[in-house]
């Protein structure tokens, strides 16, 4: 799940049957409205939704068609605005993230870095890996690493960035881990690389499957799937249990 930098709109994927949604929840006062499925292009499957820390903007995966040479039955990242009162008109964006592989997520810190997830073979070869990009002078997306060295052989995704781009969560089946798959963590290092990921352990992880990891707009709540299961955990709590380093 994630939540629009003022704490006023929350959205989830849903999957169900091969298929998967996103739904949306909008707050007034200290109530939030009914979760509704979002109208957004897309065929059998929207994922990956992320506000952007920089602009505000809603990032999401679609699997709708998009214009040659692309094309394809694979996910692509879009991205669309909202005004305050309603969404915009939705598109891919532009530059070098959308290839015919599956890019299924892209998180936008404030100071314009982003972190996408795709099963390009350039991530690592295996499956599903993370990568690092920034937009030029144009607006276009420009990859500017492939962070191989965080992946592991198998998939990594759903990754989400802090607001102020200095730590990463993902999930990952890589060991040690406490269940299936765990979400792990990883900081900025002074050169500008991401330090070696970390397990944070209990009471985020446990014996279930942890995925999905989102923020708040305030940054000081993880959300996070647990077999399926929305929830959530104070920060705090997360940071509180890494180990000594």
Do not use: C
């Amino acid at each position: 799940m994630t939540e629009s930098p003022d704490g006023t709109i929350r959205i989830y994927t849903q999957e169900d049957d091969g298929e998967a949604w996103l739904y949306e929840m909008h707050k007034t006062g200290k109530t939030w409205s009914e979760p509704a499925r979002m109208d957004l292009p897309g065929r059998k499957r929207l994922k990956g939704a992320s506000f952007s820390r920089a602009d505000g903007a809603l990032y999401f995966a679609s699997d709708a068609v998009l214009p040659p040479p692309l094309g394809g039955r694979d996910l692509n990242i879009w991205r669309v605005e909202w005004d305050g009162s309603a969404w915009g008109e939705p598109s891919p964006i532009e530059g070098e993230i959308n290839t015919n592989a599956d890019e299924t997520i892209a998180s936008v810190a404030a100071d314009g870095t982003m972190i996408f997830v795709s099963s390009r073979f350039e991530m690592d070869g295996f499956g599903y890996g993370l990568g690092e990009a920034h937009q030029d002078e144009t607006g276009a997306w420009k990859i500017t690493a492939f962070l191989s060295y965080l992946n592991d052989m198998r998939t990594d995704d759903h990754s989400v960035i802090t607001a102020d781009g200095q730590r990463i969560f993902f999930y990952s089946h890589r060991t040690p881990k406490e269940g299936g798959a765990d979400i792990w963590t990883s900081t900025r290092n002074a050169d500008g690389t991401w330090s070696d990921p970390v397990n944070p352990g209990p009471p985020l992880n446990s014996e279930a499957n942890e995925f999905g990891a989102g923020l708040s707009g305030d940054d000081q709540t993880l959300f996070f799937s647990r077999d399926g299961v929305l929830m959530e955990i104070p920060m705090d709590q997360v940071l509180a249990s890494l180990p000594a380093q």
